[in-house]
């Protein structure tokens, strides 16, 4: 730290937040034992990877802050800085190893810091790490959290996609919802009208009925009229039938007055 310290405040300082997680995870992976409950191991193991994942971050800065100052040192401090970048990748690497084993033990597929379809061929190289070189061991860990970073951004993508379709589907339903309302409004006006129809036509019928009825009654007058017409003019001297007021009587009558009327 010291040594650091000396070279870069900045170096030092991610040096430092980097020991600190590191002794997080030597301590949690050690509680990690004694823990018997399936669900605090894996809570347990998320907040693990959580450091993990931050030392990830960390030693990528670490690494660009001495690309970016290793024009001022010279090869001494350069390799003993990239010594000890490759010391830091080791020791993630390690525990990466012991989460993947905790997570294989537990069955525990939920949080995964480093997939991909060459997981397995990564993980054989941790578990070897010990016999790589310092250009593969700083390889495989870039790789190791490229990979990482990667399965973040996909999962960043599933989670807005599926927000997208959570939004779609809302509109979808809200635009099916005021549909139905319309259609609802629709046959309410429908059987409003059907029964306004009803009423009419009971009321025409009424009317109908009345007017027969009227009709009859005049035929029926018309008829007595004509019948008794009829009747006088075949009876003229029948005194049961009384003339028809208005109507003028009968031509044999009417020639008897004339003639009395002479003498």
Not at 14 to 26: T, V
Not at 87 to 93: Q, R
Not at 212 to 225: D, E, P, S, Y
């Amino acid at each position: 730290m010291d040594q650091l310290s000396a070279i870069s405040e900045e170096l030092a300082e991610i040096d430092g937040r980097i020991a600190d997680n590191f002794r997080a995870l030597s301590n949690g992976f050690q509680k990690l034992d004694k823990i018997k409950d399936s669900s605090r191991q894996s809570r347990q193991l998320e907040e693990l990877t959580d450091k993990m994942r931050d030392s990830k971050r960390l030693i990528k800065e670490f690494d660009k802050e001495v690309k970016a100052l290793e024009s001022n040192f010279d090869r001494e401090t350069t390799k003993m800085l990239n010594d000890k970048k490759q010391s830091m990748i080791k020791e993630l690497n390690s525990y990466v190893a012991l989460k993947k084993q905790y997570a294989s033990n537990l069955q525990n597929k939920k949080i995964e810091l480093f997939e991909g379809a060459n997981e397995g061929f990564a993980e054989e190289n941790v578990l070897l790490a010990s016999s790589m070189t310092n250009q593969q061991l700083m390889d495989n860990g870039n790789r190791m959290m490229d990979e990482t970073d990667q399965a973040i951004e996909r999962g960043k993508k599933v989670v807005q996609e599926t927000l997208n379709v959570g939004t779609e589907t809302a509109a979808a339903l809200k635009a099916q919802t005021e549909q139905m309302s319309r259609i609802v409004n629709e046959l309410d006006s429908i059987h409003f009208s059907i029964k306004r129809a009803s009423q009419l036509v009971k009321e025409i019928g009424r009317q109908v009925a009345t007017d027969k009825c009227i009709m009859g009654l005049l035929f029926l007058i018309v008829a007595g009229v004509v019948a008794i017409i009829i009747v006088k003019l075949v009876h003229p001297n029948n005194k049961d039938i009384r003339d028809i007021p208005g109507l003028a009587p009968p031509a044999m009558n009417r020639r008897l007055l004339w003639s009395q009327s002479r003498s």
